[in-house]
């Protein structure tokens, strides 16, 4: 059996590293993200590693369950790494609900980190 291209083993390790940080203790995602970075939760954009932490710490829920269904990883021309992700979480008492969420990832003093990430649950408002 062939071994994955490496933007796969790269995106892989990555994803299954952030949903563990994330379910576990989120404070830990700071190291991932850079004042560069950019974030878009649910259509709302945060720039740079603080704006990004703040938004992830203030989510509203004590505990997460991310279950991951699919995820696929490019690479891309200026050697980064594309990342998209399908799943389903569970926060405290709430159902489950679908979500999606993007990566981009880029090799910086030998660290993989996000420049961007967008994430969004999977409802649909059919009636708006």
């Known amino acids: 059996m ?11 390790g990555f994803v299954q ?9 989120r ?20 720039q740079g590693n603080k704006a990004i932490m ?19 990883h490019q690479p891309t021309p ?4 594309m990342s998209m992700v399908m799943g389903q979480l569970k926060a405290d ?3 489950v609900m679908g979500f999606r969420q993007t990566f981009l990832l880029k090799n910086v003093d030998n ?3 996000c420049t961007n990430d967008m994430f969004r649950l999977a ?3 059919f009636g708006a």
């Open 111 to 113: 660290k993989w980190i």
């Open 2 to 12: 062939a071994s994955k291209p490496v933007w796969e083993q790269i995106g892989a």
């Open 93 to 95: 008492a709430d159902q």
């Open 27 to 46: 404070t830990k995602l700071a190291d991932l993200y850079t004042d560069a970075s950019c974030l878009t939760w649910e259509g709302v954009g945060f």
């Open 123 to 125: 409802l649909h408002n």
């Open 54 to 72: 703040e938004k992830i710490t203030s989510l509203p829920f004590q505990a997460i369950q991310h279950s991951i269904t699919a995820q696929d």
């Open 78 to 81: 200026d050697s980064c790494v």
């Open 17 to 25: 590293h952030y949903y563990q940080q994330l379910d576990s203790d």
